[in-house]
Every structure is written in C-alpha cells, then in structure tokens.
C-alpha cells in the first residue's frame, strides 16, 4: 500500500507535488473527492439519507425543459436546444446520492426533446447521439427509436433507419408516427435500390 | 553409555526435522500470502487515510465524509466484482482448470474486504451516530448514478467521432454524384438528391411537455 502525497491548498485537494487535482504523474485523483466535496456543501456537509432529493435542481430542470419546449412549439429551434442543453448540463450535475432512476428519467426526456430539435434543423449527427443515448437510458421507450430512424434517414442510412423504426414499432406496435415514417422511408429504399440497378 | 547418546541423537534428529519440518510449512504459508491480492491497490482508501493525517491545514469534515464516501463506493464496486467472480471461479476450480491456490487467494481476498467494509462502517459511525447503516446504501446509489454521469462523456466522444464519420460520407456522396455528373447522367443525380430529402421530417415532431 503505497502513501498518498497529497495537500489541501484553497480548500481543494491536490496533489503534493504539482498542485494539481488530476495529475498524471502522481497518477492521483482527487477530482471526485473535491467535487463530492461541492455537492456537500449544498446540504451542509451532511449526507443526505438514501431516496432524498433537493428539489431546487428538479424545479431549475422542469423550468428549463419547460423553456425549451415553449420554443420549440414556437419554431425557435436553436433556442431550444440551447434551453434544452442547460436542463442536460444540470441534470448530468446531479449529487451522485440521488437516486439514478430519477436522473435516467429525466435525461431520457430531454434527450428526445433535444433530438426532435436538432432533427428539426436537420443537424443529423447531433440528432444521432441524442437518440443513442435516449436508447441507453430507456430502451423500450419507442420515441428513442423513433428520432433514431429519423436521424439516420438525415444522414443517408436508409436500411439502419429502417431497422430502428422497426425495433420501435415492436416496442409500440400502435404508434402511428412510426408507422407513417416506417412506409415512406421502404418507399424511398425501394426508389434507391431501383435507381442502383 | 552408548545408549544415552542413542537417545539423545534420536531426540536430537526428531527435534531437528519437526523443526526443518516447521521451516517449509511457514515458507508455503507465507508463499500464499504473499501472492497477489484479488484487486489492486484501493486508492479510494489510501486517500481517505492520507487525508485523515493532514495536520497543516487540517481536512475539513465535510472533506473527510467525501473521501470516506468515495472509500465506501469502491468497496461496493470490489463486493459486487467479487460476488460475480466466485460462481465463475467456483466451476473453474471444480473443472480444474484452475488450480487450488488461486482460490485460496480469493477466499483470503474475500475476507480482507469483509474487515474493509467493517472499517468503513465503523468510521461513518465516528461521523454521525448511525451513519454506519446507510453509508452503504448511499454508496451503492452513487456507483449505479457514477455509470449514468459517465454517459455524458461517452456521448460527447461519440459526438465527434460521428461527426467524422458523417463528413467521410458526405465527401464520398459527393465525389460520386459529381463523377455521374460528367458521365452525362443528370437524371440519376437530381434523382438521388429527392431520396434523401424525402424522408426528412415534413410533419411536425412532438415534443414531450410531461417526464
């Protein structure tokens, strides 16, 4: 068990010799100490008991998706996403105690949120990501799948699109959007694969 | 006379072979302890000590429970790793794959993580009164929600690499319905350019207001 050289300068702690949180020739960590350490000063250096949430950072979140989605509906697309992103930046911020469901919820909504919008101003690689990462977080939820297949239509993966919109359906075999982007994009497949004979 | 030297060569041989005896079996002992622990060092563990021996300026509490909480994660992780690896390595040794010795290794790791978590609860308790009983609830929570924050980076590299990706292609399209265009073909081009926009959202996306 080798000795840890570290010192507490500023009321951060770092390493011994260079002064640094994250040092990669000391090869230490202190980042998540230090930044454990912040998230408990919001409770008083208390820990919270398991199941608490504060809700000052569940209300800034709602507002900000609230925000996002008023201009959304306004066509205000680059707005929203910026609205939408601060709700994601907080939200990935949470204390590690609180409880993850609530987070992966939460995130879930905001990253299909956020992908609609970036569809919405065809910025398909960023859609992309965006509906991954609904997927990751809730997989049976159809609307993931959904923005997916539209993302990768934008993109010109016309068979991978296909293939999302289809896990989607089976997810929610009544969801009309789906089945409506599934018939137009085996139109357009079809049109293609004429074109490549 | 001869007989008293019989008996005390033969007490004599006793006593040196138990002992030489005894010299071997502490070496095999030692040879087991002495092998590699299951995991690595525990970092999250180390620090917390060294914390606890700042003196100039002292860590605060608030510091200290960071660093505590962070220990008790790590032993979360090592149980959790440890109860997977013990059906695996139980069938293994029964195959006999693998031999003894490696379980006895875990068998002694396993115990030195027992005293670990044991350590950890009885600081809490120094902490708060009780605080030993949840601490390990609370971690468990952390390592789950740690693996959710980590998401945010792992998107933000595929972000990019997509981003790459997206561009090679686009630049082939593009190359492609160039060379179309000086072969004469016009029609193909101007053809290919509907197919992908026909998929493009033309109804209007909905948005969910409600989590």
Known sequence: ?197 | MGSVWLAIIYIGGWILSMRVFGYFWKNRKLAINDAEPWFGENIARSQYIALLQQDEPEATETQLTAALLRRAMEGVVRVLSMREDKQVLANLVKQGTVGDDIWTQFTLSEKELEAEIMNIVEEANTFKENWGQSILQTASEMVMHEKTKQMQKELEVRREEEARKQAVRDSRKEKKTLKEKKEGTDAPAAAKESTTAAPAPAAAAEVEATA
């Open chain 1, 1 to 197: 068990m080798s000795v840890v050289d570290l010192q507490i300068a500023n009321d951060k702690v770092v390493c011994a010799q260079h002064k640094n949180e994250v040092c990669s020739e000391c090869n230490q960590s202190f980042l998540e100490i230090n930044d454990l350490t912040r998230h408990l000063k919001s409770t008083n250096g208390q820990v919270p008991p398991p199941g608490a949430v504060l809700p000052l950072r569940s209300q800034q979140i709602a507002k900000m998706r609230e925000e996002g989605n008023t201009f959304f509906r306004a066509q205000r697309h680059q707005e929203a996403i910026v609205a939408y992103t601060n709700a994601i930046n907080i939200a990935f911020d949470r204390p590690l105690w609180e409880p993850t469901q609530l987070a992966r919820e939460e995130l879930a909504v905001l990253l299909c949120n956020r992908s609609a919008a970036y569809i919405a101003r065809k910025e398909w690689v960023n859609a992309y990501v965006d509906a991954e990462g609904v997927i990751e977080l809730k997989r049976p939820w159809s609307k993931g799948h959904f923005r997916l297949g539209r993302a990768l239509f934008g993109m010109g993966r016309l068979e991978e699109g296909v293939e999302a919109l289809k896990l989607g359906l089976m997810f929610d075999p009544e969801s009309a959007e789906i089945q409506k982007a599934l018939k137009e994009a085996e139109t357009a497949l079809v049109a293609e694969e004429a074109l490549n004979e």
